[in-house]
T-cell receptor
């Protein structure tokens, strides 16, 4: 059984388009995250939701909008895609956002390529 | 910025132990030390975490220095499937993982 799943795995699109990435976890966790991993392989937190409420919103352009319809899902919608948005996006979840129980479980990633 | 320092890469022979070092000289008294790894083309996966005492699990052991300014992840018998980037991580004040560049572990058959 897949613990954290993301769709699609690959996404190739043109500049200016709007696209969404979906994430689902079946671990019963309260907290979900979106990360971006750029070409230099650094992972940067974008957003974090706890019980469907936004708790972390790093400096991310307004074109990125997360949506959490329920605790098991956290989707990422991106408007007006730009070349610099090309990256691998990872979804993750944890039991809680705390220092110990916050062990995170990651999805397989979505490779976004903007042409 | 990452609060940890790791070597960029390390090599080891298959079926030998591997010791991956990490420096975290600015660690606070309540910071847990977390290790994750990322296999090629996969999402990161949790390896181990600890606070003060050494920790063991089925994947690895974590040895924490007495002053907590450094730690070492120990893979007791590395296999080719352990080739990955290993990240030593502290959390920030919002309990978010702050990722550095990690150590790329190369396993030679």
């Amino acid at each position: 059984d897949t613990a954290v799943s993301q769709t699609p795995k690959y996404l190739v699109t043109q500049m200016g388009n709007d696209k969404s990435i979906k994430c689902e976890q079946n671990l019963g966790h309260d907290t979900m995250y979106w990360y971006k991993q750029d070409s230099k392989k650094f992972l940067k937190i974008m957003f974090s939701y706890n019980n469907k409420e936004l708790i972390i919103n790093e400096t991310v352009p307004n074109r990125f909008s997360p949506k959490s319809p329920d605790k098991a899902h956290l989707n990422l919608h991106i408007n007006s895609l730009e070349l610099g948005d090309s990256a691998v996006y990872f979804c993750a979840s944890s039991l809680s956002p705390g220092p110990v129980a916050g062990t995170q479980y990651f999805g397989p990633g979505t490779r976004l390529t903007v042409l | 910025d990452a609060k940890t320092t790791q070597p960029n890469s390390m090599e080891s022979n298959e079926e030998e132990p591997v010791h991956l070092p990490c420096n975290h000289s600015t660690i606070s008294g309540t910071d847990y030390i977390h290790w994750y790894r990322q296999l090629p083309s996969q999402g990161p996966e949790y390896v181990i975490h600890g606070l003060t005492s050494n920790v063991n699990n089925r994947m690895a052991s974590l040895a924490i220095a007495e002053d907590r300014k450094s730690s070492t992840l120990i893979l007791h018998r590395a296999t080719l499937r352990d080739a990955a980037v290993y990240y030593c991580i502290l959390k920030d004040s919002n309990y978010q993982l702050i990722w550095g560049a990690g150590t790329k572990l190369i396993i030679k058959p």
